[in-house]
């Protein structure tokens, strides 16, 4: 058969005997305006999904130099709010390289040399072979004329025979002690200080706040780490440690002391604890070292340190006023000696014990004798030793008159004792 299709000039199909032509006409293609409208949906849905994933594109626009800023400090991070907290970290850091800048050169390095004998023991009287026997820190305060003058730890100068000092550069000086404190663990040496180029400047511990941030400065395990850098705040303040001076196994003092968790180690013993100021306002002094405790380092408060140095500075040691007795805290004698030794009454508990009276003395001059139990000093109540000492040192001046209560005999009486230092007794 055959096939034939007849058409108008439109070219629209008026009849034709092709199988299935019909059907087939009926699917019209698709016009010129579907192509467009597909392609704008798909350019706008590709637009979307680069903009999700990609979003600095969209910041690009327009505002290229902004990106541009934005893009060199946000390189894991591509939104907002990573590169601002970057930039607060930035800042957060600058405050403390800023500080440490300022003070981190006066922190110097000292090193305690020694005499020894032969097995390598330190003997003072062997003028043979010296050794290192340990290293420390110490700060740089103050240059008058030719001289730089250094604040440490007596600890970190004890039974030296020789000192040397390091500085930050690496130059290595000889130095002089001046003097030291044991009671408060301080020292002050000298070196020559036309190679000092940087004093630190002391703030004020008593301005101090619990959670401000502090930074350390020392040689923690020797030079080979000098200049170490460690950060912290003020984890508490007036805290009180005691103290064993002469390893008698009997506290002889309580030390108040900055307590930090910025680190310190072996060998920060008389660095710097300074403020983000860069002022020094803590003289190291120790940690609390045993296996379950971390992060408890104490500073001797600046405020302290002032005075304490200032008298070594002038006398070579610190004139504090004397009595010229031996102290036993009560509570440390036995219950028999308590009742027939002092002969003191039942009810007294507490109080400082005289085990003996130096002739020549202000206690002797007041007529104080041994046995006497001292209970108060100016009306305030004696507890013990230490309390004694602390009364005395840091309340009363050379010069001074105290009244003592004192129990004698089983008797409470006074006596008024005026104060002295130890080389002016007769």
Known sequence: MQLFILKREDGEVLESNEPNYG???????????????????????????ILFVFPEVGILEGNESNNNEQSEHS??????????????????????????DKAGDAVVGITNIQKTDFWGMSDPNNDGQSAEAGTGSGVVYKKSGDKAFIVTNNHVIENASELEVTLSDGTKLPATLIGSDPWTDLAVIVVKGNKVKTIAEFGRSE??????????IGNPLGLQFSGSITQGIISGLERTIEVDINEDGQVDWNAEVIQTDAAINPGNSGG???????????????????????????????????????????????????????????????QYHQQNTLKLPSDVKSGVAITGVEAGSPADKAGVREFDVIVE??????????????????????????????????????????????????
């Open 377 to 426: 000093m100016d009306g305030e109540p004696i507890q013990d030793v230490v309390a004694l000492r602390k009364y005395l040192y840091n309340e009363k001046r050379i010069g001074e008159k105290v009244k003592l209560g004192i129990y004698r005999d089983g008797k409470k009486q006074t006596a008024t004792v005026t104060l002295s230092t130890a080389d002016q007794q007769e």
């Open 272 to 334: 710097a604890l300074i403020n983000m100021a860069g002022q020094v306002i803590g003289i190291n002094s120790m940690k609390i070292a045993e296996n379950a405790v971390e992060g408890i380092g104490l500073s001797i408060p600046i405020d302290s340190v002032i005075p304490i140095i200032t008298d070594i500075e002038e006398y070579g040691e610190v004139k504090r006023p004397y009595l010229g007795i031996n102290l036993a805290s009560v509570e440390e004698i036995s």
């Open 75 to 100: 390189v894991v991070d591509n939104n907002q709010s990573a590169v601002t907290k970057q930039k607060v970290a930035l800042d957060v850091t600058t405050a403390v390289t800023d500080a440490v």
């Open 207 to 216: 301005s101090l706040r619990p959670g401000e941030p502090v930074i350390a």
């Open 23 to 49: 059907e087939r006409t009926q699917q019209k293609k698709p016009s010129r305006f579907g192509y467009f409208f597909s392609g704008l949906i798909g350019a706008i849905v590709g637009a979307l999904v």
